[in-house]
């Protein structure tokens, strides 16, 4: 079955700083791959989104994320991170419709 | 703001009991998703509607129901309630239901069950 692994529940960044979040997804074929946040009291927003073509996909907000098919990774990142970056990150895969989300990441941003 | 509106934004009530959430898409959406995220499951797909017709489950308890209208807006049901509902849910909308595009997520409603 699909799966969506996040590794890392909490990561803390100076502002400035760059940015990796990590994303490993379990899944046979080239799936559907997301990134949302989701900042205190609301939604989720959609930052990117890859299911083909050039494997470094640009996001809003200056976040970007690589598909690397062999290491089943789709990793975000954003090269200086800035307070209001404090939120929330979902990985997550669609196949059938069916959405997998991660666990989450939240970003805590010292200043 | 995405466009998708959700009501109630808070709902208290008791175990055994039977609540309506309520979801309003983007003006030109056809499709609408509902998503249970609590603290322990973590956010899960629950159901898919497309043009008033069903077109994926995910993992919607028996408990659950949900409907979409003609006028596309989206009713979620949820029977006999458990401490263990207590949750956010969260409606999406899509233009057309397809897999790769953008999801447009409402606020959420979040529910107590005491």
């Known amino acids: 079955a699909q799966s969506v692994t996040q590794p890392d529940i909490h990561i803390t960044v100076s502002e400035g700083a760059s940015l990796e979040l990590r994303c490993n997804y379990s899944y046979g074929a080239t799936p559907y791959l997301f990134w949302y946040v989701q900042s205190p009291g609301q939604g989720l927003q959609l930052l990117l989104k890859y299911f083909s073509g050039d494997t470094l996909v640009q996001g809003i907000k200056g976040f970007e994320a690589e598909f690397k098919r062999s290491q089943s990774s789709f990793n975000l990142r954003k090269p200086s991170v800035h307070w209001s970056d404090a939120a929330e990150y979902f990985c997550a895969v669609n196949n059938n419709n069916d959405m997998r989300f991660g666990a989450g990441t939240r970003l805590t941003v010292k200043p | 703001d995405s466009g998708v509106t959700q009501t109630p934004k808070h709902l208290i009530t008791a175990t055994g009991q039977r609540v309506t959430l309520r979801c309003s898409p983007r003006s030109g959406d056809l499709s609408v998703y509902w998503y249970q995220q609590s603290l322990d499951q973590g956010l899960q797909f629950l159901i898919q509607y497309y043009n008033g017709e069903e077109r994926a489950k995910g993992n919607i308890l028996e408990r659950f129901s949900a409907q979409q209208f003609p006028d596309l807006h989206s009713e979620l049901n949820l029977s006999s309630l458990e401490l263990g509902d207590s949750a956010l849910y969260f409606c999406?909308?899509?233009?057309?239901?397809?897999?790769?595009?953008?999801?447009?997520f409402g606020p959420g409603t979040r529910l107590l069950v005491l």
């Open positions: 999406a909308s899509s233009v057309a239901g397809g897999k790769g595009e953008t999801q447009y």
